[in-house]
């Protein structure tokens, strides 16, 4: 199982982003994707999830309406569009995925919202 993720940068508040994920080693289509974050200091928290097919998400309350978690299985990419970014969204951005009964993770993706 390989993750990798890109996209990550420097934004001014209120800016946006669009991160990606692109999956090697599985069936992308068959498994639900996740993307946590991790700021300096803080636990790493789930951000969004995304069902198989694409037709569940969840988002953590911070970012609902802000954020949008998608998934082309076509490609074994899943996408998290960042809106409206604000300074707490700070943090290095995880691609996950549960399989064969542990966690993967990619290297992460650094954003840095700031003026």
């Known amino acids: 199982v390989h993750l990798v993720e890109s996209g990550g940068g420097l934004v001014q508040p209120g800016g946006s982003l669009r991160l990606s994920c692109a999956a090697s080693?599985?069936?992308?289509?068959?498994?639900?994707m996740n993307w946590y974050r991790q700021a300096p200091g803080k636990e790493r928290e789930l951000v969004a999830a995304i069902t198989s097919v694409g037709g569940s998400t969840y988002y953590v309350s911070s970012v609902k309406g802000r954020f949008t978690i998608s998934r082309d299985n076509a490609k074994n990419t899943v996408y998290l569009q960042m809106n409206n970014l604000k300074p707490e969204d700070t943090a290095v951005y995880y691609c996950?995925?549960?399989?064969?009964?542990?966690?993967?993770w990619g290297q992460g993706t650094q954003v840095t919202v700031s003026s």
């Open positions: 080693g599985f069936s992308f289509s068959s498994y639900a």
């Open positions: 996950n995925v549960q399989w064969g009964g542990r966690a993967y």
